[in-house]
């Protein structure tokens, strides 16, 4: 029975192909075991102990002693225990179970235990531009650099901003490699020339891995870089040849609506008179330098009215008028007219 018994103590330290992994488990002696291409449970022991994997979907638990733990191919979970380990997952999607003495490798899909940096993205200002996509640069950082793979979500919302008309949609997925610590978000903004306020879209990070959401909301405003090319208000003034031009400049500066002319024409055969025309309908756009033109024609009747904001902070603006009338009165045909006119109109408020 000594004989025995001393063939198996010479044994422990020998990994024989014939041995199942339960068996090596239940080893209290210090060295390497090495697993099988089966899914095994491999157990250290109290001293410094390395664990091989290999094949299957294994489970390895250093427990104490400053351990080596590595997978190899196949999901497997890593448990290091007490004392500083080494962790290595191999091919597959691993799960490690780790403390802040340990090294784990960069290959570790999820790892519980290790104090985990935090995901910030700040706020950003970026000027609209007047035409195409001006990008807004969103800084997504990590408080601290990882020796793991970080991965985060991203997507924008609206503020008062609307994607489709004022920015670009954009979400997707930043991987941060180990060590790294900075990511650009790259939001096109959508530029144009009206007159409008300040607009603001949001920037959200969410389902970090190997990391946790610290400041996970950025806004992003888009500043106006547009000038009015007229001071928005009620505006009146003479006509020359007689009467009145009232219209008002939208709260954007950029059109004219409620054209009213009241005017005096010249008739022949002979006669005057005094009558009034108003422009409905879509509104006037005023040109990027101030000028407009508001031609018409209706039964009877063509108008040319044109003119141009000269000093858009005294709201002053001036043009030319003519209109032509043909009309049935009592019998008699008149053609009235205007004549080539000028005008002035004056901000009111």
Request: glycine share 12%; proline share 7%; aromatic share 2%.
């Given at each position: 029975m000594r004989y025995a018994s001393h063939r198996l103590v010479g044994l422990s330290a020998v990994v024989l192909p014939w041995l199942t992994a339960g068996f090596l488990a239940s080893?209290?002696?210090?060295?390497?075991?090495?697993?099988?291409?089966?899914?095994?449970?491999?157990?250290?022991?109290?001293?410094?102990?390395?664990?091989y994997g290999n094949g299957g979907n294994d489970k390895l638990y250093g427990l104490a002693g400053n351990d080596y733990l590595n997978g190899g191919p196949g999901n497997d979970l890593l448990v290091g225990g007490p004392g500083a380990d080494a962790i290595v997952?191999?091919?597959?999607?691993?799960?490690?179970?780790?403390?802040?003495?340990?090294?784990?490798?960069?290959d570790c899909?999820?790892?519980?235990?290790?104090?985990?940096?935090?995901l910030s993205v700040a706020d950003v200002l970026q000027a609209e531009g007047n035409a195409g996509s001006q990008p807004m640069s969103f800084i997504v950082t990590l408080a601290k650099a990882s020796p793991l793979r970080v991965t985060v979500a991203y997507?924008?919302?609206?503020?008062?901003?609307?994607?489709?008309?004022?920015?670009?949609?954009?979400?997707?997925?930043?991987?941060?490699?180990?060590?790294?610590?900075?990511?650009?978000?790259?939001?096109p903004i959508?530029?144009?020339?009206?007159?409008?306020?300040?607009?603001?879209?949001?920037?959200?990070?969410?389902?970090?891995?190997?990391?946790?959401?610290?400041?996970?909301?950025?806004?992003g405003t888009i500043t106006n870089d547009d000038q009015a090319t007229a001071k928005p208000g009620h505006y009146h003034g003479p006509i020359s040849s007689g009467g009145f031009v009232d219209f008002d400049v939208s709260a954007d500066g950029n059109n004219i609506t409620n054209l009213t002319l009241i005017y005096f024409v010249t008739c022949q055969p002979s006669g005057s008179g005094t009558d009034t025309a108003h422009f409905g309908g879509d509104p006037i756009p005023i040109q990027p330098d101030g000028s407009f033109v508001a031609d018409g024609s209706g039964t009877g009747i063509t108008v040319s009215f044109r003119g141009a904001f000269k000093n858009v902070d005294l709201g002053l603006a001036f043009g030319t008028l003519q209109i032509h009338e043909s009309l049935d009165d009592q019998g008699t045909h008149y053609e009235c007219d205007t004549g080539s006119s000028n005008w002035a109109a004056a901000w009111r408020g």
């Open positions: 080893s209290a002696i210090a060295g390497s075991v090495h697993g099988t291409p089966r899914s095994e449970t491999l157990r250290g022991t109290a001293n410094p102990d390395k664990l997952c191999g091919p597959g999607v691993d799960v490690v179970m780790a403390d802040a003495t340990d090294k784990v490798a960069a899909e999820t790892v519980h235990g290790l104090p985990q940096p935090a997507a924008t919302t609206d503020g008062t901003a609307t994607a489709g008309s004022d920015y670009t949609a954009t979400s997707g997925q930043l991987v941060f490699a180990p060590g790294e610590t900075s990511k650009t978000v790259a939001v959508i530029g144009d020339t009206a007159m409008e306020p300040d607009e603001t879209l949001s920037l959200g990070l969410s389902s970090p891995v190997n990391a946790q959401l610290g400041d996970a909301t950025a806004t």
